[in-house]
Nanobody, 118 residues
Framework: QVQLVESGGGLVQLGGSLRLSCAAS????????LAWYRQAPGQQRELVAS???????QVADSVKDRFTVSRDAATNTAYLQMNNLKVEDTAVYFC????????????WGQGTQVTVSS
């Protein structure tokens, strides 16, 4: 079982920055891909970024010029650095985990709200 705890969300002004953290713990957590999804009201959940290690990571095209994903292997904490935030980035951001090689997410965090005000 893997536990995911997100932190770092909040209210930020247009153009500001936030860093989200996802602390992962549990059995063989180092073998899991950690990912960030977001869901805005009335919209489907979308994948924002994922990371296995520094050589295996990706960020959605829609945000890759503003967001970066990283992972601390020692603590199995994933980070999502979000810069130049836009109003359309407002959403609940979820950390997710899937065992490497598997297609489906197996574990979800509780989510953290990010609100960008204009």
């Amino acid at each position: 079982q893997v536990q995911l705890v997100e932190s770092g969300g909040g209210l930020v002004q247009l153009g500001g920055s936030l860093r989200l953290s996802c602390a992962a713990s549990g059995s063989r957590v180092s073998m899991y891909v950690l990912a960030w999804y977001r869901q805005a009201p009335g919209q489907q959940r979308e994948l924002v970024a994922s990371i296995y290690n520094r050589f295996a990571k990706q960020v959605a095209d829609s945000v890759k010029d503003r967001f970066t994903v990283s992972r601390d292997a020692a603590t199995n904490t994933a980070y999502l650095q979000m810069n130049n935030l836009k109003v359309e980035d407002t959403a609940v951001y979820f950390c997710a985990a899937k065992f490497r090689g598997m297609a489906e997410v197996s574990h979800w965090g509780q989510g953290t709200q990010v609100t960008v005000s204009s």
